[in-house]
């Protein structure tokens, strides 16, 4: 058998990023052949991939690429089990990578991003699959998207929780960043009132009219009721309708005239949204109760 070298598990980690005794362990199986240890840890940590992969992922973090001229960019979620993981500064890096390569590639199906090359050459999916076996938990790449734009696009993360891409016609790369800032503060739905979905619309106005109603007023004044909080709703969900972050006084329509500048649409990230979480076994309360259990018996 081949002598397995500290340099030997030193470029292999190098090589996979993992731990020093499973590097070890691969080599000795494969005879001190770093390509086959190489392709061994590849082929386990696909396996302990799989096995992750039943997990919730409900952390993690959003990241955003950009292109120098501010036309192109992308925004990416890249889940994993724990906040501590979320911080990890290869995970963070990871999902960075993803971003610029999903801005460089056009493509946002996540199924497809897996054979996509980052930077380094390898695959998304390869280096999920190794990143999984060096951290332990679950990670996927939850969602993207990509715009492409004749104006210019500006980008926001508050932290690493929520982001923002904009597409921004006119105005300034300051002005970008500051609706990029009050999309993610304020979480408007959509740009326009012409964008809300009906169904929603229809939901809202609805219930209004169920509200009005129980005043017990004319049918004409409970139709002026309910249009009074439809348009009252429509200016809190709608970009355009609210109340600028940074002046209250001004809505951000008004500041967009402003400025000549128009909004053709814009994407928000928040990490975890809609992720069912399974919630918090009490481990503790768990024992005592089985305790109590076997001293009933």
């Known amino acids: 058998m081949a002598e397995i070298t500290a340099g030997m598990v030193k470029e292999l980690r190098e090589l996979t990023g993992l731990g020093m005794m499973e590097c070890k362990k691969a080599l000795s199986e494969a005879d001190g052949d770093l390509k086959a240890a190489e392709d061994l840890l ?3 940590s696909g396996a302990k991939a799989s096995k992750a992969a039943g997990r919730v992922a409900a952390e993690g ?29 290869d995970f963070v890096a990871f999902a960075r990578d993803v971003a610029a390569a999903v801005a460089a590639s056009g493509t946002t ?48 993360l508050h932290g690493a929780r929520i982001g923002v891409l904009i597409d921004l016609e006119g105005g300034d790369e300051a ?23 009906p169904e929603l619309l229809a939901r809202e106005r609805e219930i209004y009219t169920a509200q009005a109603a129980e005043s017990g007023k004319p049918a004409d004044i409970v139709a002026k009721m309910v249009e009074g909080r439809i348009a009252k709703y429509l200016a809190e969900v709608t970009l355009l309708g609210q109340d600028f972050v940074k002046d209250p006084e ?13 909004v053709n649409a814009f994407h928000m990230f928040v990490v975890g949204e809609g992720i069912e979480k399974k919630p918090v076994e009490d481990f503790a309360a768990e024992v005592a109760a089985a305790a109590g259990q076997v001293q009933k018996q």
């Open 250 to 262: 001004q809505k951000v329509e008004k500041l967009l005239k402003t400025r000549s500048a128009k």
């Open 61 to 89: 973090v959003v990241a955003a690429s950009l292109s120098a001229d501010g036309k192109t960019g992308a925004l990416v979620e890249v889940n994993c089990e724990t906040d501590f993981v979320g911080k990890n500064d």
């Open 42 to 44: 590849r082929i386990r």
């Open 175 to 197: 002005l970008g960043k500051d609706l990029a800032m009050h999309i993610a503060a304020s979480k408007p739905l959509c740009v326009s009132s012409e964008q809300v979905n």
């Open 109 to 156: 199906d996540v199924a497809a991003l897996a054979d996509v090359a980052l930077a380094t050459g390898a695959s998304i999916e390869d280096t999920r699959k190794a990143l999984v076996m060096k951290l332990g938990e679950n990670i996927s790449l939850r969602r993207a998207v990509r715009g492409q734009t004749a104006g210019h696009l500006a980008t926001y």
